[in-house]
């Protein structure tokens, strides 16, 4: 069953990110909410367990192969794998968030609204710990608001 209301999966953003797109969509507070509402939990979606992720997909209206992809999938001991790349917990920001304010404006506007929260979302680039810079327009990546 797919929501009635729908977020495009970037091909630049973090599963998470589109998760958390889906649910403000919604009216859903929360990831860990929509994860509740469909029978399943935050906890399931962290270790990167295939039927939250196929539920997820269904939810969302993307394939199930592109949203996996798209996540940071535990894959051993302070592992995981990401766009098809293996990477050590080192290498990610785990619990906090970084963007580039070009970015973000580009995609929100100039003003805050109620569809910031669907517009705005999250790049892979910018959960990686060695990423300090944005490709694009040659910003340093900040804290987010």
Not at 21 to 37: C, H, K, Q
Not at 113 to 126: D, E
């Amino acid at each position: 069953m797919i929501l009635q209301n729908t977020a495009a999966l970037h091909a630049d953003e973090t599963a998470a990110s589109f998760a958390s797109r889906l649910a403000a969509a919604n009216g859903i507070p929360s990831v860990a909410e929509l994860l509740m509402d469909a029978e399943h939990s935050m906890a399931m979606f962290l270790k990167g367990d295939q039927k939250t992720f196929k539920t997820l997909s269904a939810l969302g209206g993307v394939a199930l192969d592109d949203l996996t992809q798209h996540a940071f999938i535990p894959t051993g001991v302070s592992r995981y794998r990401c766009m098809g790349q293996e990477l050590g917990m080192h290498n990610l920001l785990r619990g906090r968030s970084r963007i580039c304010p070009a970015c973000f404006r580009g995609d929100t506007g100039a003003e805050l609204t109620r569809n910031t929260a669907v517009a705005a979302y999250g790049r892979i680039l910018w959960a990686l710990a060695s990423a300090r810079v944005c490709p694009i327009h040659k910003l340093l990546l900040v804290s987010a608001p």
